[in-house]
């Protein structure tokens, strides 16, 4: 079987230290993300949180620091794996220690060949997931430019130029108020976007519930410019973890979780029955789970009346509201890609998650190889899981790419 090139739906871009500077308004810029190398180590306060200590003690080192309204933020190894496997995925960085694949466009592209990838959509990293960082900002103001400029350099530089077609553009929105998250929208469709980042768990970061209603205006302006809702594990700024002193791999065999919560939600809240062409992917959360809840979100709505009255609001079963409206993406998961006909083959999709930890870069082609072959897939599903379905979930025809 011919190996169809890979779209890749989960990557991650490591963003250069001009986007905000040479963006922001001059008054703005010693308070807006700037770039410094620092000589200090990093200290963990607990998993997934992180402070730097300037005081020379023992791990002291080069390391590049962002700095947001006097917030530092180091950069550590994890960030940007590829090629440094056998470090400390916790170790603190410098860009000049890291593929340049992760920052510089045309480095980006050739890595993409080396790793049979046509096209990927990155997600950002000093913004966080969905845009945290500037949830976080104390001036608002100051953070709706932030996340203009970051989404002008996403569409206008790093999509741009030799990169149109192959790095699709993947914004974020302010999350602070939902009419201004829905402008920004509308304004990012328009410039070419049409995937936006959203957190899996928005509660989680103090904000409205999806139930909550209050999110409406963001999903009209999405349903109307046919742009995809897409979920990263962590997009919440937490990660599942059974004690504090469980060991990392615990918390990254568990972050799947994430994705099992936004997927229960965004069914059970029946907002995929009220905006019937919204659609949504769920980012490095595999899709092996599938199965058993739909199959329990089934039993629960037939059994609703003696509960929340479910299906007042969710007319038809919770499965009924998985294809063509819900993607998930994988990759290494093949008990999910074994089990494609009770997820549904056309919601599946591939993903590389260049550079972190987790990346298959560069032997996703046979990494992708070995799955096919081992779930027994035929060259028509082999095409769907590793490009087709992102064609139709991103609509990358715009692009032109088509086949």
């Known amino acids: 079987m011919t190996i169809p090139k890979i779209i890749s739906v989960d990557d991650h871009v490591i963003e250069p230290a001009s986007v905000w500077q040479d963006r922001l308004p001059a008054r703005y810029r010693e308070a807006g993300p700037r770039l410094e190398r620092r000589t200090a180590r990093v200290e963990w306060v607990e998993k997934g949180k992180s402070k ?19 917030r530092t933020h180091p950069m550590v190894r994890g960030g940007a794996h590829c090629g440094f496997a056998d470090e400390d995925a916790l170790a603190p960085v410098t860009y000049d220690r890291i593929l340049p694949g992760a920052y510089i466009q ?34 608002k103001d100051l953070a709706l430019l932030c996340v203009r400029a970051y989404n002008d350099w996403m569409v206008d530089e790093w999509c741009a130029g030799e990169g149109y077609g192959r790095l699709i553009p993947l914004t974020i929105i302010p999350l602070w108020d939902a009419e201004l998250a829905a402008a ?14 959203f957190s899996e768990q928005p509660v989680a970061l103090g904000l409205p519930s999806i139930y909550s209603g209050q999110w409406d205006p963001l999903w009209v302006a999405c349903q109307e410019t046919e742009t ?20 990392w791999e615990v918390m990254m065999t568990l972050n799947a979780e994430n994705s099992i919560h936004a997927f229960c939600d965004w069914i059970m809240s029946g907002l995929l029955h009220r905006f019937p062409t919204l659609r949504i992917a769920l980012s490095e959360g595999q899709v092996g789970w599938m199965p058993f809840f739909l199959a329990r979100m089934d039993d629960m709505w037939e059994k609703s009346d003696s509960f929340d009255h479910l299906k007042q609001k969710l007319p038809e079963p919770p499965s009924h509201y998985m294809i063509g409206r819900i993607w998930g993406c994988v990759f290494n998961d093949l008990v999910g890609v074994r089990n494609r ?24 082609r046979q990494v992708a190889e070995k799955i096919i072959a081992d779930a027994g897939l035929d060259e028509r599903e082999a095409w769907m899981l590793l490009r087709g379905n992102a064609i139709e979930c991103y609509g990358l025809k715009r692009w032109g790419i088509a086949n």
Not at 124 to 133: A, H, M, S, V
């Open 184 to 197: 920004e929208v509308r304004r990012c469709a328009d410039k070419g976007s049409h995937a936006v980042c």
């Open 341 to 364: 006909d009770q997820v549904g083959m056309s919601q599946i999709m591939f993903e590389t998650d260049f550079p972190h930890a987790d990346s298959t870069y560069p032997h996703s």
């Open 52 to 70: 730097l200590v300037e005081d020379g003690g023992p791990g002291t080192c080069e390391v590049d620091v962002w700095i947001y309204e006097g």
């Open 106 to 139: 045309s480095e980006r592209l050739a890595a993409l060949d080396t790793n049979h990838t046509d096209a990927s959509l990155s997600f950002p990293t000093f913004p966080r997931f969905c845009g945290q960082t500037f949830l976080e900002g104390s001036d």
């Open 228 to 247: 995809v809702v897409n979920m990263h594990i962590g997009s919440s700024s937490k990660m599942p973890i059974t004690s504090p002193d469980a060991p």
